[in-house]
């Protein structure tokens, strides 16, 4: 029989427990002097199985209160233009937004190119965390662009979608969307606003959405916590030439 290093193996133990629900979401794992014990194995051989299913996103740590079962990540699709209320429900939990930050801007080179606008021009600009169930994922800053844009801040953002709003309230669908990712580190602002560690993984996303006859509305920079998304995409292989 091949050679399987012991860390392997309890690492293989605690991931049929949680494939099989005997570890759900939440569970506290025993700890490390627990696992040496119950499996006969030395303690840097369980932190080493603990540190690997950590990194691998099945566990999270909490300082001083252990090592728990972490809930298996968002699969995002890339390909249809969706909002986080939208998203959210559709997984069957209840969005949340925390309203951190609204008000009319003045926006910069880069975020002008992008609304294609004059640098300068005033937009609103919203800064919401985003909940699931109470706990937060992500933190978006929206600057969106259209004429009479000020009007969206009189509105309960709270309690509302924006692209339902964007669509409704103001006739502007938000139709496509070019989206960018980037691997990033939590500073330590957003690790508060997110509960995770400072320097925790997150993805950093750029997002220019554009309504009819592809008029941007929206130039969005989100920061989404790396230990609960997963992006899917489908891939055609073009014809050969
Ligand atoms: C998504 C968009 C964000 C948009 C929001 C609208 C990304 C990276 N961002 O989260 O740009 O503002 O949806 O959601 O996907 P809402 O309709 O729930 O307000």
């Known amino acids: 029989m091949a050679f399987v290093p012991r860390y392997h193996q309890l690492k293989e133990i605690i991931r049929e427990g949680i494939q ?4 759900k979401p939440g569970d506290v794992i025993p700890s490390e002097r627990e696992l040496s014990e119950r499996y ?11 540190v690997e299913l950590t990194n691998e996103g099945l566990l999270y740590r909490r300082q001083g209160k252990g090592t728990f079962v972490a809930w298996p990540k968002i699969a995002q699709q890339l390909t249809a233009l969706t909002g986080f209320t939208g998203d959210i429900r559709a997984r069957g939990q209840r969005p949340g937004t925390k309203l951190l930050e609204m008000g009319m801007v003045q926006v910069d080179g880069h975020a002008a190119l992008r609304l294609q606008v004059p640098t300068g021009q005033r937009v609103a ?3 919401r965390a985003r909940l699931a169930d109470d706990e937060p994922l992500a933190l978006e800053q929206s600057l969106i662009s259209f004429f009479g844009c000020e009007q969206l801040l009189e509105v309960d953002l709270v309690a509302t979608s924006l692209y339902g709003l964007l669509e409704t309230r103001f006739g502007l669908p938000p139709i496509e969307a070019e989206q960018e990712i980037e691997a990033g580190l939590a500073t330590e602002a957003e690790a508060e606003l997110l509960e ?16 009819e006859r592809h008029q941007p509305i929206e130039y969005a920079e989100s920061v989404y916590r790396g230990d609960k998304y997963a992006f899917h995409t489908r891939l055609l292989r073009p014809p050969t030439q």
Request: no cysteine.
């Open 196 to 211: 995770i560690a400072v320097g925790s993984p997150v993805l950093l996303l750029r997002r220019t959405t554009y309504t």
């Open 20 to 23: 099989s629900g005997d570890l």
């Open 40 to 50: 006969n194995v030395s303690r840097m051989t369980a932190r080493q199985s603990i």
């Open 125 to 127: 600009r919203l800064y």
